[in-house]
């Protein structure tokens, strides 16, 4: 990167100065010929072309000429080879641009005067900078690449197959100049706004009663943000006593929170670690319930962070009924790993967890057989604890299991 930098005395460098940054933007392209032998013949003046190819911003192909572009006096045929500038331009195009064949393992071979040379690895060889001028289209490289019969005798064309590499260094100019004079943009204040408007009560045309506590909200405001609060109020099946709505099976500071939510898009609190779980579980319940997406995800996402022995299995209940899938993921590893699992099962949520969804305990039992030492009989029984009396069979059945692939695998090796 090129940088030229004008002030006015170099005495005092506070001085306001403009910055010139020249860069190139590089791109390449492949072409490969195959059956070599039957472009012969097409006719002076007439190429082969790769598909366009854009660096820098305009479109760029490979042109290769095998009867060459132009008769040479000496009677000899050199094949042609160009990378042409496809797109017009308003302005001067600087580039530069590199011609390289390709050996059948993917070295580098490069023109010289007399002979190709293999190019070292990872080094470049770059011709230019040159300007193309705007008002056509631009073209760039060697009537006489090489001559057609040494080429055909070199390594570089193998089972009638000749491929080309070209590459386009476009140059680019920018200018940073001095900005004299700044303003600061104000910040949004947009969800401050709302919060206002729904702390004063101003305008609103419902009211919520929510666990003895009164909250008072505007409709348009709870269906833009709700899929459930629009059927309610606006819904072929709305309710027509809609001006206070009594809400059952909730506290008033999740409803508080979620209110909160729904007019700034955001929870501050919910970020602090004195928030406990079970507030975020409540929450992540009623986002659900109203179909807040982002609250739920919110939720989701806070309550995997913050996994613990005394919460993880009334996170994994909770997860259960409302389909929150890496929640759930995340409370059966956690809940599986040998130093944890027999901690949880001590707990009233894993109690609770059991009997309000026992479906998830198999589940369970399958993250445990994944993580748990299958050589231990305490393991097993350890498994069997997880399982109401009903199930202990699947234990059994996995004990066997195992005791039968052991078995097996001892026979094999013998």
Not at 100 to 124: A, H, P, Q, S
Not at 172 to 190: H, I, M, V, Y
Not at 320 to 330: A, P
Request: hydrophobic share 35%; proline share 4%.
């Amino acid at each position: 990167m090129a940088k030229v930098v004008f002030i006015h005395d170099p005495e005092t460098p506070n001085l306001p100065r403009s910055i010139s940054k020249t860069v190139t933007i590089k791109g390449s392209q492949i072409l490969e010929i195959q059956g070599y032998s039957l472009t012969k013949g097409m006719g002076v003046g007439k190429y082969i072309s790769s598909d366009p190819f854009s660096v820098g911003g305009h479109l760029w192909e490979i042109q290769f000429y095998p009867d060459g572009k132009k008769n040479d006096e000496s009677g000899d045929i050199y094949v042609s080879l160009y990378i042409t500038l496809v797109s017009k331009c308003e302005k001067d195009v600087r580039g530069w641009f590199e011609y390289v064949l390709l050996d059948e393992n993917g070295n580098k071979w490069y023109r010289t005067r007399n002979c190709f040379k293999m190019m070292e690895k990872d080094k470049r060889w770059m011709a230019g900078p040159y300007t193309l001028l705007p008002g056509g289209n631009g073209t760039i490289g060697y009537t006489d690449f090489y001559k057609r019969t040494e080429l055909e005798a070199s390594q570089l064309i193998k089972d009638d197959r000749l491929t080309i590499l070209c590459s386009v260094g476009v140059v680019k100019t920018s200018f940073d100049s001095p900005k004299t004079f700044t303003q600061p943009l104000p910040l949004s204040d947009l969800g401050q706004s709302y919060v206002h408007l729904l702390e004063c009560k101003e305008g609103s045309d419902v009211s919520f009663e929510v666990d003895g506590e009164t909250f008072y909200a505007h409709k348009l405001i709870l269906s833009t943000r709700s899929p459930v609060f629009k059927a309610q109020f606006f819904g072929p099946l709305k309710e027509e006593n809609s001006r206070c709505i009594r809400i059952e099976e909730m506290h008033a500071p999740v409803f508080k929170a979620l209110l909160h939510f729904i007019y700034c898009d955001v929870i501050p609190d919910l970020n602090l670690k004195c928030v406990n779980t079970t507030m975020t579980q409540h929450l992540l319940a009623a986002a659900d319930r109203y179909e807040i997406e982002k609250l739920r995800l919110f939720c989701e996402a806070r309550l995997c962070e913050n996994i613990a022995i005394d919460t993880v299995a009334s996170s994994l209940a909770l997860a259960e009924q409302h389909g929150c899938i890496k929640l759930k993921s995340t409370c059966l590893e956690f809940i599986g790993l040998p130093k944890n699992l027999e901690v949880v099962m001590q707990t009233d949520g894993f109690k609770n967890l059991k009997e309000s969804c026992p479906a998830v305990i198999e589940e369970l039992l399958k993250s445990v057989a994944q993580l748990g030492d299958h050589s231990s009989v305490s393991w097993y029984e350890r498994v069997a604890k997880i399982c109401s009396p009903g199930k202990r069979l699947l234990v059994c059945f996995l004990q066997n299991r195992v005791i039968e692939d052991d078995a097996n695998e001892k026979h094999a090796k013998g």
